[in-house]
């Protein structure tokens, strides 16, 4: 069955540092893979999709994730944070089945910035 | 293009008591979603409805829960009688069909309706 794991539940990077947040799936066949955020009492909002085309995929506020099936990970990147940046983001693999697909979500990994 | 709506935002109610939300998704997208959001965790799929018909309902708790999407369109989820471990957000995220009937990978999600059962 397909699922992501999501390591670390927070994270906690300064202003303007690297941000590494970490996404491993399990799929027996191709995956589509999404990163999505969520600000706080707001619902979710997609940052990028993989969906088999290019490996390295741009999502909007500067992210992006590189997926690599040798490692089946889908890590989320930024190079320079920002402290709007502060928010929940989640990992999720899509599971097709009988002409139909739905999202299976990951925990969630908290961003915190500090100045 | 407006996104989907769900009412209420916040909801209070005490065990035993019953409530409802709505969704109303995106013009033109056959798929809706009901997930549950605890605090702390990532959303679970409770139902999928493809139109009006339901094709994945096999983690929705169905002696308490309902939901129903009549038209094929807006979609209501009921909760009757409520226990405090129901207290969560309710997603509702809906989603469209590519060219030829093959389904998108995307969902797009509504604000939520933030349940607390005291």
């Known amino acids: 069955a397909q699922s992501v794991t999501q390591l670390g539940s927070h994270v906690s990077v300064s202003e303007g540092a690297l941000v590494l947040l970490r996404c491993n799936y399990s799929s027996s066949v191709p995956p589509y893979l999404f990163w999505y955020v969520q600000y706080p009492n707001q619902g979710l909002q997609l940052l990028l999709k993989?969906?088999?085309?290019?490996?390295l995929v741009k999502g909007i506020n500067g992210f992006e994730a590189e997926f690599k099936k040798s490692e089946t990970s889908f890590h989320l990147t930024k190079p320079s944070a920002h402290m709007s940046d502060a928010a929940e983001y989640f990992c999720?693999?899509?599971?097709?089945?009988?002409?139909?697909?739905?999202?299976?979500f990951g925990a969630g990994t908290r961003l915190a910035v500090h100045p | 293009e407006a996104g989907v709506a769900q009412s209420p935002r916040y909801k209070i109610i005490e065990k035993r008591q019953s409530v409802a939300f709505w969704c109303n998704p995106i013009s033109g997208h056959a798929t809706l979603y009901w997930y549950q959001q605890i605090l702390g965790q990532g959303p679970k799929l409770l139902i999928q409805f493809q139109n009006n018909g339901v094709v994945d309902d096999s983690q929705l708790p169905k002696d308490r829960f309902s939901a129903e999407r009549l038209k094929g369109v807006d979609s209501t989820l009921k909760i009757q009688p409520a226990k405090l471990e129901d207290s969560a957000v309710y997603l509702c995220?809906?989603?469209?069909?590519?060219?030829?009937?093959?389904?998108?990978?995307?969902?797009?999600f509504g604000e939520g309706s933030r349940l607390t059962v005291l």
């Open positions: 999720a693999v899509s599971v097709f089945s009988g002409g139909y697909n739905k999202l299976i």
């Open positions: 993989y969906t088999s085309a290019a490996t």
């Open positions: 995220a809906s989603s469209f069909l590519l060219a030829g009937g093959r389904v998108a990978g995307e969902l797009f």
